[in-house]
């Protein structure tokens, strides 16, 4: 198993259906709970094992996920409200070494996940097929995304870090 990608990575073909949004929206509202399951009963110790040699900590797997979600979050009101705006890319791995990442408890984030996710949701919830069809472009990748694939790519990428958590305490007994 590639440890990086315990579930693989994203893949999505074609159209994306309105039961497929359906999913991918249960699967953001899911994650602020699978998250704080995936953590639960873990002590300091444990939390700061790296998820796979050469990988972040736990703690800093769910910071990320807030700082990546929130990121998401920006970038769809972006392409919401402009015409295929340019996203600001970040560092993900410098922000995942700053302090808050490495040093602050885990429930702060967690507690963000749970707000931020909940009004995602809602946001999510409101658009019309039009609206799902609205992009933004990333100069990181070159590339212009639309809204309905990000939706999937971060039903996913919510799914991928709680597994990361996961498959490292299934494979240690913990």
């Not at 996920?65 to 929130?70: F, G, K, L, Q």
């Not at 702060?108 to 409101?126: I, N, P």
Request: hydrophobic fraction near 35%; charge should be negative; glycine fraction near 4%.
């Amino acid at each position: 198993m590639d440890y990086r990608y315990p579930i693989g990575q994203f893949t999505h073909e074609g159209e994306v259906t309105l039961a497929q949004r359906q999913q991918w929206i249960q699967d953001i509202a899911d994650l602020p709970e699978r998250a704080r399951e995936a953590v639960e009963g873990l002590d300091e110790e444990q939390l700061s094992l790296p998820y796979r040699d050469g990988g972040w900590m736990l703690k800093q797997v769910i910071h990320h996920m807030a700082d990546s979600h929130m990121n998401s979050v920006i970038r769809f009101k972006l392409a919401l409200t402009e015409d295929t705006p340019a996203i600001r890319p970040y560092f993900e791995e410098r922000w995942a070494e700053l302090s808050d990442s490495k040093d602050l408890e885990i429930e702060f984030s967690l507690q963000l996940l749970d707000a931020l996710h909940r009004r995602w949701v809602a946001l999510l919830s409101s658009f019309s097929n039009d609206d799902y069809a609205k992009k933004f472009y990333s100069p990181s990748s070159n590339k212009t995304m639309r809204l309905d694939h990000c939706l999937g790519l971060y039903a996913w990428h919510g799914k991928h870090h709680v597994a990361q958590i996961t498959s490292l305490r299934d494979r240690l007994g913990i």
